[in-house]
């Protein structure tokens, strides 16, 4: 199968009550360790590539790696989604240059600028055979240089979506409803809840329209540990609880974004090797377990909390 947009995947998970996820990917392991977990599981992904991963990787590296894993992975469906597009620049060059869709986050611009560069998006990807995803309201968090200060977050006023999505063609629409960037998303000793009254509220006014959650990474406490017992400080790392992720992907969530769970996999199982064997230094020894560890999470995040396994 060659790379295929996301519109199918969205219908099918919209009626189906899953969400498909979709990671985020800055090198070949990363690549390696989701695709193997959803060959495995026979589901749909989305891998995403944000403007940092594009400036540390390369474009054309990113794409030659995913198409890699299109021949490895030919019962599969993949998408390869630019996240986080900051300007029509970026996106138009992801669209001539492979990708099936694109994000264009134009959230931090007032209401009217906003539909009009995501308008302006949908035009030249729409002829192009590319599908769009834009953004209203403003989650908390760090993503590539933009820093959202808690103060600043807003949640998505349910208001807006119908005239947001009417006027900009978009095919799906990330909504802010309590998820951030990052790995401190929650106060330590507060009870993390999302508002699902705005999700509803949203679902209720765009009726059979995919929704997209930023933000979602649960910051595993096993990993979280497994750094601060490994020489890193990550106190008071909270993420979403995934019994709210599998809810909202049984709503109108189509598409779900991890990118910090897999980075925590990572990091904590590398930190552990080198604490255990400090004189090795061959890459692939502690890649290895790296991205063996992040093939589990993700299979784990497929079957208990998107339930797209077998969806393929
Ligand atoms: O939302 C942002 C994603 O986690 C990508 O992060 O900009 O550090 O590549 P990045
Ligand atoms: P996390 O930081 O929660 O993994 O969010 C990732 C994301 O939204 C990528 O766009
Ligand atoms: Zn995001």
Known sequence: MALVTTT???????????????FNVN?????????EACREE???????????????????????????AVIEC????????????????????????????????ASSKPFAENIEIT???????????V????????????EDEVNVSADNAHYTRPEEVE??????GCDSLAIAIGTSHGAYKFKPGTKPQLRFDILEEVSRRLPEFPIVLHGSSSVPKEYVDMVNAYGGAMPGAVGVPEEQLRHAAQLSVCK???????????????????????????????????????????RHKLVDVLGCSGKA
């Open 8 to 22: 199918e995947m969205f219908k099918k998970a919209y009626h189906g009550g899953y969400a498909v996820g979709a």
């Open 74 to 105: 030919p019962e599969i469906p993949i998408a390869l989604h630019l996240d986080h597009g900051d300007s029509f620049e970026t996106c138009k060059a992801c669209i001539d240059g492979g990708f099936t869709s694109v994000m264009i986050d």
């Open 119 to 129: 308008r302006k998006v949908v035009e030249y990807a729409h002829d192009h055979g």
């Open 27 to 35: 090198n070949m392991e990363i690549v390696q360790a989701i695709t």
């Open 163 to 168: 005239e947001f999505v009417s006027k900009t």
């Open 256 to 298: 779900i974004n991890i990118d910090s769970d897999l980075r925590l996999a990572m990091t904590g199982t590398i930190r552990k090797f080198f604490a255990e064997h400090p004189e090795k230094f061959d890459p692939r020894e502690y890649l290895k377990p790296a991205r063996a560890n992040i093939k589990e999470l993700v």
């Open 131 to 142: 599908v769009v995803e834009a953004e209203l309201g403003a989650l908390a968090g760090i």
């Open 42 to 68: 026979k589901a749909p992904v989305i891998l995403q590539v944000s403007k940092g991963a594009r400036a540390y990787a390369n474009h054309t590296y990113l794409v030659k790696l995913v198409e890699a």
